[in-house]
């Protein structure tokens, strides 16, 4: 049955039509009306704390009005009303994805970036908010930031990563110290050459964000080799793209294995947002499980695996550099691609110690520090 509210809303079975300040009129369900009642929202929690589960039957609205910018709703059985601005409905009209500040366009770079990497001193981030949020706006835009001036000693670098997160341990520990071991458990702990490698793919959810902070680097060699796996897979997208469906679409398994652990997941090489760009890539050879997928398919995916991992490897992509004690770099892990030419254990000290954090935490701090939200 349908009927007519006042000031044009026309109410149908399951929503209503209504128009907005725009001029157009969009249409909007009657569950999302009842469930988004401005009422449903706990002002000190800001949680949603009415249970639309609890509702035996439909919601269906017996009138509606607008009035000084809001709908206004009288709902059948029930003396609830709801008073919904306008604004808010605006920004649900199309089905759009709610905006967000910390979406920002990514922005693809190559081997000579080094210079324009963005830097923040340690004593600018401990003093003044808006240098974090320009760091986190450099790791959402470039995926890599170089922190200076941190003193040397272990809390310096939970210092940096709590400014923008917390940390998340992985099957490391909380942090974890790339020198040379006695009894390496991993590559990163001994002196030979680290090819290009995102960290960790055996974990189910990859570490979001690496910090590494340099303590110590007198050797010969060693020097860190970063690539922007974004700058690579837009590339590999325009010349091979149907090799780049293929590593967009196909799981390969991780692993990695010691005495007391067995970490396996599947991961695709690129990956894209849930926008559909390309948001990163994972990729390590040395955590590459034998690859269990039928051999046929391997007839394809193969080529086109080794073909990206050749692009990566280009001089074209990558950025080389000294770290340099008191330096702290900060990557994307799901994006920057990163490795270490080998160095001379013998010739002087190398120390980096390293954590992660998640990037929704990072992403979450952007928003806070830009004053974005829905409660604001
Ligand atoms: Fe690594």
Redesign the pocket.
């Known amino acids: 049955m349908l009927g007519t509210g006042e000031a044009g809303v026309l109410l149908g079975e399951n929503g209503m039509d209504v128009p907005l300040t725009s001029g157009e009129t969009a249409y909007f369900n009657y569950y999302w009306l009842r469930d988004n009642c401005p009422s449903s929202f706990d002002t000190e929690t800001r949680e949603r704390v009415y249970d639309i589960f609890a509702e035996e039957g439909a919601p269906k609205a017996v009138s509606a009005s607008i009035s000084a910018g809001h709908l206004e709703i009288a709902w059948a059985g029930s003396e609830h009303l709801t008073r919904m601005p306008l604004e808010t409905l605006a920004g649900y009209a199309k089905g759009a994805k709610r905006s967000d500040s910390a979406n920002l366009s990514r922005k693809p770079w190559y081997s000579d970036h080094y210079e324009e990497i963005g830097r923040f001193s340690y004593a600018d981030l401990t003093t003044d908010k808006t240098h974090i949020r320009n760091w986190v706006k450099s790791m959402l835009t470039d995926g890599v930031a170089l922190l200076t001036g941190l003193p040397d000693t272990d809390e310096a670098l939970l210092d940096v990563a709590n400014m923008i997160g917390h940390v998340r341990p992985s099957y490391f520990g909380r942090v974890f110290e790339?020198k040379t071991h006695i009894k390496p458990t991993n590559l990163?702990f001994t002196s030979k050459a680290?090819e290009l490698?995102?960290?960790l793919p055996s974990e189910d959810a990859a570490p979001g964000v690496?910090f590494l902070h340099c303590r110590a680097n007198s050797v010969d060699g060693g020097d860190s080799l970063f690539v922007d796996g974004l700058a690579v897979a837009e590339d590999f997208r325009k010349l091979y793209p149907d090799e780049f469906e293929l590593l967009v679409n196909t799981d390969v398994p991780y692993y990695c294995e010691h005495d007391t652990f067995d970490m396996r997941a599947r991961q695709r090489v690129i990956e894209l947002d849930e926008y559909g760009n390309i948001s990163g890539v994972t990729i390590s050879q040395h955590q590459a499980d034998i690859f269990d997928l039928p051999q046929r398919d391997l007839d394809r995916y193969y080529p086109a695996f080794c073909r990206f991992g050749r692009l990566m490897q280009d001089d074209k992509y990558l950025m080389q550099f000294r770290l340099n004690a008191g330096e702290c770099i900060v990557f994307d892990n799901h994006r920057i691609v990163?490795?270490r030419a080998a160095y001379s254990a013998t010739s002087g000290d190398r120390h980096l110690r390293?954590c992660y954090i998640d990037r929704g935490e990072m992403r979450s701090t952007f928003r806070v520090l830009s004053g974005e939200g829905r409660f604001k």
């Open positions: 790339v990163a680290l490698h995102t960290d690496q990163h490795g390293g």
